[in-house]
């Protein structure tokens, strides 16, 4: 019921979204339960990176509209309002858990991406579309400022510009100019060649010293939010905690000996008690 399925293959997990007849509108249950899925799949050593990818002629529609005729809290007294700001971070952290995640997260795109779509697209490191995708920051045509990331992370990704035309003006953005501006890194022509490319990157990807991966992924998303200095100081610690010289030998070896690298495997994240 949670509006997609996961699957586990070489050390690759795929996270697909199924409800390709409401293209793939989030529903209650998918904001409710993709935090903890995520983080279920952080806690595993055997997980190098996360394709996210969706059934049917679109990405994402956004927000099913079944959320807000379910019941959606009105914020029309200071206690309503007060609770409303909680609902709102719990809405944030849907998508926000794909960003902490320690392993890379690939969404592969086609059709429309819009609204919440576009907002969980954004939170993904890397996106890959078909020619068919495009863009839309649908929440200002509907009479809401968008509120789950996408004006906080595509300042970062797009020019400030671009952004201000579509959250002002409710505009698509096509594939081809979103792979000229830089938020997507590649365009191919069908879905299905869109998802194979987005697989072929995530088995490069998995191919890399796993500690390495972990580490630029936090340092990038640090250094995105801090100052040059506070990143800089940031990485200089974390280098010091992460460096393996067992790992540059390995990666040395594997390139004179064209064969894959022995690196140190991460370790499964345990909670207090658990063994």
Known sequence: ?????????????????????????????????????????????????????????????????????????EPNSPAAR???????????????????ARFPVIGVIQGPC?????????ACDLRIAASDAYFRIEEINTGIMADVGALQRMPKILPDPVVREMAFLGTKLSAGRARELGFVMS??????????????????????APVALSGSKAALNWARDHSVADALEWSARTQSALWSTADISAAITARETKSPADYERLLDIKMIGET
């Not at 679109?58 to 099913?64: I, K, N, Q, S, V």
Request: aromatic letters at 8%.
């Open 114 to 122: 819009i609204g919440a779509g576009l907002e969980l697209a954004a």
């Open 1 to 73: 019921m949670s509006g997609y399925t996961i699957s586990v293959e070489s050390e690759i997990a795929h996270l697909r979204m199924n409800r390709p007849e409401a293209y793939n509108a989030l529903r209650a249950d998918f904001w409710n339960s993709l935090p903890d899925t995520i983080a279920e799949l952080d806690k595993r050593a055997d997980i190098r990176c996360l394709v996210l990818s969706a059934e049917g002629k679109g990405f994402c529609a956004g927000m099913d509209l079944s959320v807000f005729s379910g019941g959606m809290l």
């Open 82 to 100: 007060e609770a409303f700001y909680y609902l709102a971070r719990s809405l944030q952290r849907t998508f926000s858990c794909l960003e902490e």
């Open 187 to 208: 365009v191919l022509d069908t879905p299905e060649l869109a998802l194979n490319a987005a697989m072929e990157v995530a088995r490069s990807i998995s191919d890399k």
